[in-house]
């Protein structure tokens, strides 16, 4: 081969590199000679040797784009520390160092510096762990999905990575694939490409092989495809010219590389969130240090403003919220991907748990995709099975040469076994009589007098096949019973139109004889829908030959149709006819050079596709959860409204009442405003014989609504309504446009994976609900003392210290442990909640900030007080009594008679701190009960079902034992050991805080759309 020309990438002009869009066939096969291209017959061209084709990609290198640059451990650990929450801690953290440097002798400010930037440190190094888990799930998952194509060498169609494609490969290309290197076409066959990732434009475009003038731009000659193009439909061969970095894309790929992901519905949530929590800290502090000053009458202005700040940003600050949402939305990344579910972004999930529209494609979904021919018609003849001996007539011949022929599916294995005996019909053609009688030599048992085929002894074994689930049953079918090999050798094909699923057929014309003049003997055969077949047809085989189709015909096939339709079949049809035409000419479909009317009908395969032994119980699911499922198939209205019964998606009532309906796709174009909003309140719609357009309306009827739809699917016309719905889900095994345009991917192609993902986004909701409704009620004891203390005059009731080893210990375990909780019984038996719904609503900041804050800082400030009355010390003599007294160098304090030395003082005020700290640390342990559900009462649900929360529970209730009785640390922190009262009054406090949980979600439960009731509501 000569040498393929080579695209510097800093060539911004592509036009200038590329000169092969002006090449003709005879220069392409000139050039490119190792490819061994037949210019006459391109479709039999032999391709590369496999040695060649290993010398090219050894010469140079393989076909593979610089990957955008991937973010770096490193760079991600830096990121961690981008956030308000810790700029918010790192200057009260900068504050505490102030305050130590205005007054050394406090080396507890030092101490809290060192312990706030080791805390940052640590949490960042969590959050960082978390992150990491999280896109290592992904990346495991992107390593699932294949990245192959499909190449002719040694003249044979194989498959190789797309890594290993070389200049000079025979690339085939089809319906659904995308192109993996830039190739000129030398087949194209209805062949139409969408060129988005090149040149923006959207809209599919029509490929051909002809060369243009040269003076006509690289993008506007339409024979060249390019790496990362979409083929829509159509299918074609062309020769790789250029791979890796010397392709289009490869050339710009540096402009698209760097850009910044936008941000998802749940970060932005979670970064409003962190400023309101930012701002009212500042606005706390500023406003306790103001009221302090004059309260203390300025004194120590330095240390009121660093302890000031200190506090309340400690206090009010979830240290643990960043690693603790992370952790939620892993876990719920790591269930899903056992259930083999794929999630592009994980964040996708919160948009999955607040869909209320399931628009699913049938075949593969909803059913096996394990399809069998079933039955045959001809001519009111219905045939169970394979056929019989006098069931072997001319129509049914014709059959099996169209299903073996017009056939996009391929065999992977050659291997037959016997024994088989068929007789041969008169009326059969010599090319069918030559494959049927091939058919037997070698290893089957020929009876040459034998007048009858037996199913019983037919044993042909089930070979591997690539293709439509539906031809590879038609192609199985047929390979039983023909030589399907040697039928294909014969009937050399001269021209093709995919099937696609505006059409809704697929047809072929063979050359079968040349005559004289420059004329030739042509075949036609079609396949497809089968109400749309017939239509084109005027005649009908029968036994006797060709008869006109009449009424009565038309009548038995409208009784055959109706039948196996409504037994949840499908039905595809065939029809032939033969024709003269000039012996080179070029057939086109615009022109419309040969016969699509006066065909002759030959008969129909029904085809059963069994529902998956999941779907219905799924479905029943989705209803229960308010989601209504819309069935969304190619297949005629009375295949799928029959399948839609079977899977219990539709119903009858008595009464003939119906909360369903099954909509032609021809009328959804049709459909007023009016029956748009009739027909969205219905509980299950299906819409058959839909066409990509029709798909994405329905997706955008159900998004004006404001419904949040997630529409399944699997082939490339499912492409733009995946795009374009709210929840994209392609197959598995689905085309790689549909996996390029969606948002998940399930790998098991299974329907009830989808309802799996609704339950735990709905989880993954409830739960990070449930975990910000725990952290933030502490935010109010924890910075209540404070004021106390600046406002009013108190002794402090915490320090900074204890602060820290509550955020940064003994809140850790609980929160973490959230993550883990299960489910609640009714997750899936309420509507879904609506999309605007924020996470962090008003009523959950009322609830952590009003009535569950102040009651649970009431039982911190009884444990505060219980200490003060176990000294017989009156609670109203400690007003004011901390500017002076209380501290260091402070003046001696009476109370009920008794006088307390500084000393006495300041060990009794570190007894206060240390209940404080217990009643808060205390009062979580119980709180964790009641915030474990959002509507269930937690003694249906299982106080004790959650494994992680009571081990976490453990060490909450162990934490706060060593920091309030172990010597040493208690006195580090600013604590010292308490009475047995304290732990009394904040049990109390404890059980009431679940007892207003439980009454609340009573109501919740009972009354749910009260509109007070809704005000307690999160």
Request: net charge neutral; proline share 4%; charged share 20%.
């Amino acid at each position: 081969m000569k040498k393929a020309k080579v695209a510097s990438t800093n060539d911004r002009n592509m036009t200038n590199t590329f000169t092969e869009h002006t090449w003709d066939m005879e220069k392409i096969v000139s050039y490119y000679n190792q490819s061994n291209i037949d210019p006459q017959f391109p479709l039999k061209s032999k391709g590369l040797s496999t040695p060649a084709a290993e010398s090219l990609l050894a010469q140079h290198g393989p076909n593979m784009l610089p990957k955008p640059k991937e973010i770096t451990n490193f760079e991600l650990f830096v990121q961690q520390f981008a956030n308000l929450l810790w700029a918010l801690l790192l200057t009260a953290d900068a504050l505490s160092f102030i305050s130590y440097l205005a007054d050394t002798s406090q080396l507890i400010n030092l101490w809290c510096a060192i312990l706030i930037f080791v805390m940052i440190v640590f949490m960042c190094c969590v959050s960082f762990y978390q992150e990491r888990e999280a896109r290592l799930v992904v990346k495991s998952f992107e390593n699932l999905l294949p990245d192959q194509c499909m190449v002719v060498r040694d003249g044979k169609e194989i498959f190789v990575d797309s890594k290993n494609l070389v200049v000079g490969d025979l690339l085939k290309v089809n319906g659904g694939t995308k192109v993996a290197a830039d190739a000129r076409l030398i087949v194209a066959s209805g062949l139409k490409v969408e060129t988005s990732s090149i040149t923006g434009e959207s809209e599919p475009i029509d490929y051909q092989i002809e060369a243009v003038p040269i003076n006509v731009n690289l993008f506007e000659g339409h024979n060249i495809i390019f790496n990362g193009s979409l083929v829509i439909e159509g299918n074609g061969t062309a020769v790789v010219i250029r791979t890796a970095t010397n392709t289009v894309i490869g050339q710009i790929a540096a402009l698209t590389t760097g850009q910044k992901d936008n941000k998802s519905l749940l970060e932005k949530q979670m970064l409003r969130f962190v400023k309101f929590l930012v701002v009212l800290a500042t606005t706390v502090a500023l406003g306790a240090f103001v009221i302090g000053g004059f309260v203390h009458k300025w004194k120590h202005v330095i240390q009121l403003l660093c302890n000031g700040f200190l506090v309340c940003a400690i206090g009010m600050v979830p240290c643990g919220l960043p690693a603790t949402v992370t952790s939620i939305i892993t876990v719920v990344a790591r269930r899903l991907a056992s259930k083999q579910v794929y999630l592009k972004k994980l964040d996708i999930c919160e948009a999955i748990g607040s869909c209320n529209i399931i628009a699913s494609d049938k075949t593969g979904t909803l059913t096996k995709n394990v399809m069998t021919v079933t039955d045959v018609w001809y001519c009111n003849h219905m045939i169970p099975g394979l056929p019989k001996e006098e069931d072997l007539t001319d129509p049914m011949y014709r059959m099996l040469e169209i299903m073996g022929i017009c056939n996009a599916a391929k065999f992977t294995d050659q291997k037959k076994k016997g024994p088989l005996k068929v007789k041969l019909a008169p009326s059969a053609g010599t090319k069918m009589k030559t494959a049927v009688k091939s058919m037997m030599c070698g290893n089957t048992d020929i009876d040459a007098e034998s007048q009858i085929i037996d199913p019983l002894i037919l044993d042909v074994s089930e070979k591997g096949a690539l293709g439509s689930p539906s031809e590879v049953a038609m192609l199985r079918y047929a390979d039983k019973l023909v030589d399907l090999a040697q039928l294909q050798r014969e009937n050399g094909v001269v021209f093709e139109i995919p099937f696609n699923s505006r059409r809704k057929w697929h047809m072929l014309i063979i050359k079968e004889n040349e005559l004289p003049n420059g004329k030739a003997q042509y075949k036609l055969l079609i396949k497809g829908a089968s109400e749309i077949v017939i239509k084109m047809c005027n005649d009908i085989y029968t036994e006797h030959g060709v008869t006109p189709l009449t009424d009565v015909e038309t009548g038995y096939f409208e009784e055959a149709y109706n039948y196996y339709g409504s037994n949840g079949r499908r039905i595809i049809g065939f029809a032939e006819t033969h024709f003269i035409g000039l012996s080179n000419i070029k057939f086109d479909l615009d022109i419309g050079n040969f016969p699509l009317t006066d065909l002759s009908f030959v008969g129909f395969a029904s085809i059963m596709d069994p529902p998956k032994d999941e779907t219905a119980d799924a479905i029943k699911q989705c209803r229960e959860a308010g989601i209504k499922v819309f069935m969304v198939t190619g297949d005629h209205q009375i295949t799928a409204t029959a399948i839609g019964r079977e899977i219990g998606l539709v119903e009858d009532h008595p009464g003939g009442e119906k909360d369903w309906e099954t909509i032609c796709g021809e009328e959804v174009s049709r459909l007023s405003s009016a029956d748009w909003d009739r027909l969205i309140q219905m509980k299950a719609l299906i819409f058959a014989r839909t066409t990509p357009e029709q798909k994405l309306l329905i997706v955008e009827e159900c998004q004006k609504r404001k419904q949040i739809i997630a529409m399944t699917g699997d082939g490339v016309n499912d492409a733009p309504a995946l795009k374009r719905a709210n929840i994209g889900i392609a197959m598995g095994s689905g085309s790689e446009v549909a996996k390029d345009s969606a948002d998940v991917i399930l790998m098991n192609d299974n329907f009830a994976s989808i309802v799996d993902a609704v339950r735990e986004g709905r989880l993954m909701f409830d739960n990070l609900k449930k975990l910000l409704g725990y952290t933030q009620i502490h935010s109010y004891p924890e910075v209540f003392p404070i004021i106390v203390n600046f406002c009013f005059g108190m002794p402090v009731g915490i320090t900074s210290l204890q602060i820290l080893c509550i955020d940064l210990g003994t809140e850790i375990p609980p929160g973490v442990a959230m993550s883990k909780e299960p489910a609640e019984s009714d997750i899936m038996k309420k509507p879904p909640r609506p999309r605007t719904k924020v996470l962090v609503s008003n009523t959950l900041l009322a609830y952590s900030y009003s009535y569950a804050g102040i009651l649970q800082t009431l039982g911190c400030f009884l444990a505060y007080c219980c200490v003060f009355w176990n000294y017989n010390i009156n609670i109203r003599d400690l007003w004011m009594s901390a500017i002076d007294g209380w501290q260091e160098g402070g003046t001696l304090f009476t109370s009920n008679g008794r006088t307390f030395s500084v000393a006495e003082q300041l060990y009794i005020n570190r007894q206060a701190c240390s209940a404080w700290h217990m009643g808060i640390v205390f009062g979580q342990f119980w709180h964790l009960f009641a915030t474990r559900t959002r509507r269930q009462s937690i003694f249906t649900h299982g106080v004790f079902r959650n494994a992680h929360s009571n081990f976490a529970l453990i060490i909450e209730l162990v934490g706060i034992l060593i920091f309030v009785y172990c010597p040493g640390i208690n006195e580090f922190i600013g604590g010292a050991p308490i009475p047995w009262t304290c732990w009394l009054a904040v049990a109390i406090v404890g059980w009431l805080l679940i007892l207003q949980g439980e009454v609340r979600k009573f109501f919740i439960r009972k009354y749910p759309h009260n509109k007070i009731v809704r005000l307690f509501k999160w």
